[in-house]
């Protein structure tokens, strides 16, 4: 299904062209990141690289990285670019340290985010007749204000019912005749599977599509979210350090998320060597944030995984394409030297007859040797069945694993419902090692 597009001046804007406006705001934030910033200043001074020698994008590769470490070190305003005056919100995440990660925005950068999130839900088919719920957290982390904002923007009626409380988001989604979902991918599958439970029909809901990220899902669980919920579903990406949700989004073409491109840079990078590598390369993706005055992040290195791409997408966009996230060089597990990615692991799971995609990783180290031990829920169909059939997906799962991900584990199945649910960001991995 084609669905309109918010913005086509930009979103299906020639290449060259692009490129140039991307160069032209490109010096501007430099220059402001230069000046405001001392951090950055210095950093720029150590490689020997002033404002004036940055031109075009091609320049991008002179400048040097900033990290999540940056934002830590200079807690909690270091890194601002504009007077606090200016300030209007600031927006966060949990840092893994225990203190936050703040991201200060001024009218502008509200306004912008707003914008790239007016986009991604009319790639979803939102308009001024759509109800989008919106059960993202809201607060500090961006998921519920940034698709509140957007849902506002294209002039949709919106339900901020924030995250939780299962019962009611579907007793809203059905009294109200909810069109768009925005949760995350995990919460729309429990939200599914409760549908099931309360045997509710899917045909009783409104829904059309949801806007589903803020943690890594697989093409599969696409599937099973799509099956139970009776919706098309999107990936839609987003960091604090950049914006918030919407940096790129996917269209009904579903394949990859385009990157609003006016607003940030993308770059793959060789996450070794700190070198910039080709479209359809995989590698860490880094963003150089272009309009942004509060709190300008210059080819911030975000960890994530991906490859990117340039041709045109069927939709009519002519914005690069993320493809899905592969995975963080930093959740990447090392499991007796073996590169494990949790992602790897779930796309095994979900492909398996009698599994539900509620997993769990358990890492641990005994006489110096690691393990891993995967606990994984069976169906409610399977748990009633013969010993011999459980052992049979067990045999099964072993298998897949060790040819995906290289590695022997120990397969645990666990009665439905027994992994934790999550409303946010779901948790799979305990890693016992202390490393
Ligand atoms: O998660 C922003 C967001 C909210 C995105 C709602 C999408 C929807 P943070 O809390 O700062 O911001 O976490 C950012 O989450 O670097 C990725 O590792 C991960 N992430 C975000 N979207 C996706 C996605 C929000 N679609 C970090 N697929 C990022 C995989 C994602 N991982």
Same mark, same amino acid.
């Given at each position: ?24 705001? /490109? ?6 990141e ?104 809201y ?35 059905l ?5 768009? /979902? ?8 429990? /939200? ?8 509710i ?10 806007c ?15 099956r ?23 269209c ?15 770059e793959?990078?060789?996450?070794l ?20 005055e509060g ?34 060089t ?54 009633a ?51």
């Amino acid at each position: 299904m084609r669905t309109k597009i918010w913005n086509s001046d930009v979103e299906c804007m020639d290449r060259e062209r692009l490129r140039a406006l991307q160069g032209e705001r /490109l010096r501007a934030v430099v220059k402001r990141e230069y000046e405001n910033v001392p951090l950055y200043r210095e950093r720029m001074d150590e490689k020997g690289v002033k404002p004036a020698d940055i031109r075009t994008v091609d320049d991008l590769q002179y400048l040097p990285f900033m990290e999540k470490t940056d934002l830590r070190d200079t807690f909690p305003y270091g890194l601002f670019a504009a007077p606090k005056k200016d300030i209007v919100r600031i927006q966060g995440s949990s840092g893994t340290t225990g203190k936050p990660i703040v991201s200060g925005y001024t009218q502008n950068d509200i306004d912008a985010w707003t914008e790239m999130m007016a986009r991604t839900l009319t790639a979803a088919g939102a308009d001024e007749n759509s109800i989008v719920q919106v059960c993202y957290g809201y607060g500090l982390f961006t998921g519920g204000l940034g698709a509140h904002q957007g849902a506002g923007r294209i002039g949709a009626m919106t339900v901020p019912m924030s995250s939780g409380n299962t019962q009611r988001q579907i007793m809203m989604m059905l009294e109200l005749g909810t069109t768009h /979902l925005c949760c995350t991918p995990s919460y729309a599958l429990y /939200l599914g599977e409760t549908l099931e439970k309360m045997r509710i029909d899917r045909s009783q809901l409104k829904l059309k599509a949801g806007c589903f990220g803020a943690e890594p899902w697989t093409e599969e669980m696409r599937g099973e979210i799509e099956r139970l919920l009776g919706l098309d579903a999107l990936d839609i990406y987003g960091l604090t350090e950049i914006a918030g949700p919407g940096v790129s989004f996917e269209c009904m073409e579903k394949h990859g998320m385009h990157v609003n491109e006016d607003h940030v840079i993308p770059e793959i990078i060789n996450p070794l060597t700190g070198k910039a590598l080709p479209y359809g390369e995989k590698g860490e993706l880094v963003f150089t944030t272009i309009t942004k005055e509060g709190m300008p992040m210059i080819r911030y290195r975000t960890h994530d995984i991906c490859r990117l791409h340039d041709e045109k997408c069927a939709c009519g966009r002519t914005l690069v394409r993320m493809e899905r996230l592969m995975g963080r060089t930093d959740d990447m597990l090392v499991i007796r030297g073996v590169n494990v990615f949790p992602s790897q692991i779930e796309s095994v799971l979900v492909g398996v007859q009698g599994v539900a995609p509620h997993y769990l990783l358990v890492v641990d180290r005994q006489n110096a040797t690691d393990s891993l031990e995967i606990q994984v829920e069976v169906t409610d169909d399977m748990f009633a069945d013969s010993l011999g059939k459980l052992e049979e997906i067990k045999r099964i799962i072993g298998e897949r694993i060790k040819s995906v991900a290289g590695i022997k584990a120990l397969i645990t199945l666990v009665g439905p419902g027994t992994i934790p649910r999550f409303e946010g960001k779901a948790k799979r991995v305990i890693d016992k090692r202390n490393l």
